[in-house]
């Protein structure tokens, strides 16, 4: 079983690149399953829409995961209901809307998809930890994915080491800059500490420039925008399953930028 995953799909641009590289890439990769955050997808880079849902589903999604950004367009609440196709992060407390994990059938396989939202330096959450183990005999399946979006290098690891045998891959997201560390740990589950975003490439984190370095210099509250022109890149991964056991062959990491053109 092939996997493509995509990292966080940043406004206008970053839809722009999914809907130009996304069947190319799926042409050239022919992944089973593909996957892609697109928690930052609307043109002002918080939430994502129906219509861009549809898109983004339309271009080759089969799943779209979610992260901290989930509820920031409120439009959401009018269609997640119906969006069997859309995860957002499982451990979010209470009634939340939505589901936080879906299963796409394989051939005679079955992947569960699952998004989880790290707890340090974010907001509260209910324990990932401790939702992923609770989950492991509802999934019922031994080809798990999962998009760990989170703030920091050491807790997207630790989640990894403490389930790796157990699950398929843990890939990370929410930081925007793509790690070099693509591997696969003992016991076959393939990790990522970070996909990387795709979106605006003349940008800081997908925001314009100035807006981010004004921040830093000042200390001021500052609005972001989203850098709305130039170039894009696009960020993920692409991960090998063995279609007995789940565990993870192989996982690479997929750049397209002006400085790594695609070459089919």
Do not use: C
Request: hydrophobic share 40%; aromatic share 8%.
């Amino acid at each position: 079983m092939r996997i493509l995953f995509v990292g966080d799909v940043v406004g206008n641009i970053g839809v722009d690149m999914i809907h130009e590289y996304l069947p190319q890439l799926k042409r050239d990769l022919k992944p089973q399953v593909t996957i892609v955050n697109g928690e930052n997808s609307t043109p002002v880079g918080r939430g994502i829409s129906q219509s861009i849902y549809k898109q983004l589903l339309k271009d080759g999604a089969d799943v779209v995961t979610m992260g901290n950004h989930t509820w920031d367009n409120a439009e959401l609440y009018d269609f997640i209901g119906s969006a069997n196709r859309l995860v957002r992060p499982a451990n979010f407390p209470g009634d939340t809307p939505g589901q936080g994990w879906t299963k796409v059938k394989v051939n005679q396989q079955v992947l569960a998809v699952v998004n989880l939202q790290g707890r340090v330096f974010m907001n509260p959450m209910d324990d990932p930890f401790a939702k992923m183990q609770a989950l492991l005999p509802e999934l019922d399946t031994d080809f798990v994915f999962v998009d760990f979006h989170a703030e920091t290098t050491s807790e997207k690891r630790a989640f990894a080491m403490r389930f790796a045998g157990q699950l398929s891959a843990v890939v990370g997201t929410h930081t925007h800059v793509q790690t070099s560390d693509a591997q696969v740990l003992k016991g076959g589950t393939a990790f990522m500490t970070e996909a990387g975003m795709t979106g605006p490439a003349d940008s800081v984190l997908g925001m314009q420039a100035d807006s981010v370095i004004e921040r830093f210099e000042n200390q001021r509250p500052t609005r972001y925008t989203v850098q709305a022109a130039g170039p894009g890149l696009l960020s993920g991964a692409v991960i090998d399953l063995n279609d007995k056991t789940g565990h993870a062959s192989s996982i690479k990491p997929i750049l397209i930028s002006p400085q790594h053109p695609y070459q089919s």
